[in-house]
């Protein structure tokens, strides 16, 4: 495991400190836990591409059960699924819905 050390102004590392003694940790696992956080909520404002391909599954899948209507079986939704997948529900790469 890598040592990395940082700048912190004294009152905020007071505040880290009272932090990690409330949650029973130290302050290496309060910071990996903090920038876990962090990283994953800003993955998707990093990768765009990755947005927009969740967004054209996500349509695809709501339109193939849409189309399955009553089905119970999942080959029937897999199905409905690849019968509809091309020109009608994905335009042009774009992934906003209609």
Do not use: C, W
């Amino acid at each position: 495991m890598s040592r990395v050390m940082i700048t912190i102004p004294d009152d905020f590392l007071a505040e880290i400190d009272r932090m990690a003694m409330a949650e029973h940790r130290n302050r290496s696992e309060l910071f990996r836990e903090a920038m876990r956080q962090y990283l994953g909520r800003n993955k998707s404002e990093l990768e765009p591409a990755v947005q927009e391909a969740v967004a054209v599954i996500e349509r695809l899948r709501t339109e193939a059960i849409k189309r399955a209507g009553a089905a119970q079986d999942s080959t029937e939704i897999i199905r409905a699924f690849r019968d509809n997948t091309d020109s009608e529900l994905i335009s042009d790469g774009n992934a906003s819905p209609r």
